[in-house]
């Protein structure tokens, strides 16, 4: 097992020196309301849901936020009891609230119907996004020299851009406003995006059209899957073939096979990072995780073992991994010690947040830093009291 772990002590105040209403992470897009059968029925069947939030963007900055990151989420809500729902629990996190685009009460906020599932049966997801009020989050709504003016890192997901075409809109709203923010950034600010294709929403080639000149154009650090490359890129990933990808067929990676991915990856979009997520799900309950980045320097790393999950709910496991892993590039800068201490901290986070219920990572700095440190030493067993 890798000493790496130990190199980094997460739990001291390394980010001093910012100003905790301004913030250093800035994201946007889109949070839905979810409901998930507090019986365990089928969605059908059940009488009774137990309402949380959901979304990739939301997850991500409450990581990065927990983890002592000033950081801002600004997104477009109805001004009724879901939005101030929204409001109330990105506060109780520390995340800055300030830029919501406040819209009229009777707009629509996106629903996530979330049924889980057990072996071998799958966990079934409904969405009910068309003509949110996020999706309508346009240029000049929101001040972004204010928003962006202490910020190092802005991020969002390739969810948000596919909202438009599943409204049916003629414009893409949220497109707009990100490359609106992208432009009025500050110079040394960083772009991140997680590719995060979701067929339901748009198809392969409205996808390719609008993400592939985003990325290439402005995106320094890209996160993505496997899967989504091979999807919608055709990429192979080594010695492993788009058919077996797609399939499922996808066995022991090898340091070779993933830096070829990301050197392919580097080239085409001209990123400065880029980082694979790669998840093995044995069987519901039961899923193995690891992760690999590279820079444009050839800098790479790699988790320093495929890790064991024990489930209780998976969603958000990726986008609070995107939390921890920004949060060593924040600390670190891109070079080496940013991409491992990205990992090592991403990969903790996301182990503990995926035996928690719910998509919120409500996970603390010590409790990362002991797995951390259990990974190098065993143990972990006893109860913590």
């Known amino acids: 097992m890798s000493q790496d772990q130990l190199k980094y002590d997460i739990t001291k105040d390394d980010l001093a020196e910012f100003k905790p209403n301004e913030a ?85 906020m996106g629903r996530l119907l979330y049924e889980l599932g057990r072996t071998p049966r799958k966990s079934v997801a409904h969405y009910q996004r068309m003509y949110s009020a996020a999706s309508k989050l346009d240029e000049g709504m929101v001040d972004w020299e204010k928003a962006l003016k202490s910020c190092k890192l802005l991020h969002t997901s390739g969810i948000s851009f596919g909202l438009a075409y599943h409204s049916n809109y003629k414009k893409n709203h949220i497109l707009n406003a990100f490359s609106e923010a992208i432009q009025l950034k500050p110079a040394d600010c960083l772009v991140g995006m997680d590719f995060n294709y979701r067929a339901s929403l748009w198809k392969k080639d409205q996808c390719r059209s609008i993400l592939t000149p985003l990325i290439s154009d402005h995106i320094d650090i890209l996160i993505t899957t496997i899967e989504d490359m091979a999807q919608i890129y055709d990429l192979g990933c080594g010695k492993y073939s788009v058919d077996e990808i797609n399939n499922g067929d996808i066995g022991d990676l090898s340091d070779s096979d993933l830096k070829s991915l990301m050197t392919n990856l580097g080239e085409m979009f001209k990123t400065r990072v880029v980082a694979l997520t790669i998840r093995y799900p044995d069987t519901f309950e039961q899923h193995r995780w690891e992760t690999a980045v590279m820079n444009d320097g050839g800098g790479f790393f790699r988790s320093p073992a495929v890790k064991p999950i024990v489930l209780l709910d998976r969603l958000g496991g990726g986008d609070t991994w995107n939390g921890g892993f920004y949060y060593g590039l924040i600390t670190e800068g891109i070079g080496m010690e940013g991409l491992e201490k990205g990992v090592l901290v991403g990969d903790a986070a996301t ?3 995926q035996t928690q219920m719910f998509d919120l990572p409500i996970v603390t700095k010590s409790e990362i830093q002991s797995l951390m440190k259990e990974d190098v030493k065993g143990g972990g067993k006893r109860v913590s009291r």
Not at 28 to 53: C, H, N, W
Not at 61 to 75: D, E, I, K, N, Q
């Open 24 to 108: 250093m992470f800035v994201s946007l897009g889109e949070t839905m309301i979810r409901d998930t059968p507090v019986d365990m029925q089928r969605l059908e069947m059940t009488r009774e849901v137990y309402i949380s939030l959901a979304g990739s963007e939301l997850t991500l900055t409450v990581m990065l936020s927990r983890l002592g990151v000033p950081s801002a989420y600004v997104t477009r809500v109805p001004d009724n009891p879901y939005g101030w729902l929204l409001r109330d629990t990105a506060r109780s996190q520390g995340v800055i609230t300030d830029h919501f685009v406040w819209a009229p009460k009777s707009e629509l």
């Open 351 to 353: 182990r503990l947040k």
